[in-house]
């Protein structure tokens, strides 16, 4: 039901947009989140928003770069990366969850897509 692409290779300070695009259920009382994860490494959520009244949250480490927003008309979830580090470097993953869910409960998942920064 979620389908994310958009990944890709960038040099250190490009961009990227993801998409996430959502199929089957309305997510009008859903929080939609971008997690990511680098080698080695947990999974972290880089941001979420509520598909309802926004309110977005974003992780420190891409505060000020990243923007998360979503398309009402397309079913669609974005995230606009911008000045882009190796430390981005990570698979990145689109989730929902129930607004009235425990905040780590996400219950839907896309696939991955890969960005990779290189200098």
């Known amino acids: 039901q979620l389908q994310a692409s958009g990944g890709g290779s960038v040099q250190t300070g490009g961009s990227l947009r993801l998409s996430c695009a959502f199929s089957?259920?309305?997510?009008?009382?859903?929080?939609m989140a971008w997690f990511r994860q680098a080698p080695g490494k947990e999974r972290e959520l880089v941001a979420n928003?509520?598909?309802?009244?926004?309110?977005?949250y974003y992780a420190d480490s891409v505060k000020g770069r990243f923007t998360i927003s979503r398309d009402d008309a397309k079913k669609t979830l974005l995230l606009l990366m911008r000045d882009l580090k190796s430390e981005d470097t990570a698979v990145y993953y689109c989730?929902?969850?129930?607004?009235?869910?425990?905040?780590?409960?996400?219950?839907?998942w896309g696939q991955g897509t890969q960005v990779t920064v290189s200098s």
């Open positions: 928003i509520y598909w309802s009244r926004g309110n977005p």
């Open positions: 089957g259920r309305a997510f009008v009382n859903y929080v």
């Open positions: 989730a929902a969850r129930h607004r009235a869910a425990d905040t780590s409960n996400y219950g839907f």
